[in-house]
């Protein structure tokens, strides 16, 4: 393990959250590395002395009410009666709604809405404690966790070496469906990568845009739908998009 590695997992070992082998994968890593040591040593006694002296600031209502009025208002879902009610071939409408994949192909045109739920899910992410449900840097442990909460396991691919650090993944919910979201680090911004499956098997090119200040690369590719965001700048979230479709491209 290297330094850059055990950084990633410091605090989530603090606050006990990593699992058995990658407790042991730290434990053995700082007792070997002063640097490390040292870090660990600062972020405990900064959590202990959090903890004694109860610092908590609770924001006044005034404050809540001005950011909600603030945020953009979701736009309506059209009637899903209404839209079905246009399609002549009812038994195929029965088939797509048997998998699931109606909800999908209806919702697929509002992407407006679509993008400012990924960011308000990845403002979301960034509270303390919802980053991540499985912490690893190692995309063979992050990959199985997602088997059989998802009906389809996101791809996790390791970029570290092109400077796009792994560092977990979670569960999140965007359009009211349960969607994987792989969470990679460069420098100190965070890149949540959502995705979630599509009736549209084929490849759809890249496009980027910017919500409430957060960029978005979306893109599709082989039943898969993809939004990166991140407050990374254009050229970078497009660097890592590039990468990561390279990879998924390269045989594995």
Known sequence: MTCDEAEVLLHALIDGELDAGHTRDVENHVAGCS???????????????VAETGARYTAPVALRQRIEAALPQPKAVPNRRAVLRGFAMGSAVSALAATGLVAIVLRNDDVDRIQSEVVSAH????QAGHLTDVVSTDQHTVKPWFNGKLDVSPPVVDLTAQGFT???????????????????????????????????????SARIDTVQGFNIRHWSDRGLNYWAVSDLAKDELSDFGEKFESAMRSPR
Do not use: K, P, W
């Open 123 to 126: 403002l979301r992410s960034l």
């Open 35 to 49: 640097r490390c040591a040292a870090a660990l040593r600062d972020y405990r006694e900064l959590s202990r002395m």
């Open 166 to 204: 792994l560092i977990g993944g979670r569960l999140d919910y965007v359009d009211a469906r349960a969607i994987g979201a792989v969470v990679y680090r460069r420098r100190q911004h965070i890149i949540n990568l959502f995705v979630a499956q599509t009736a549209n098997t084929e490849r759809r």
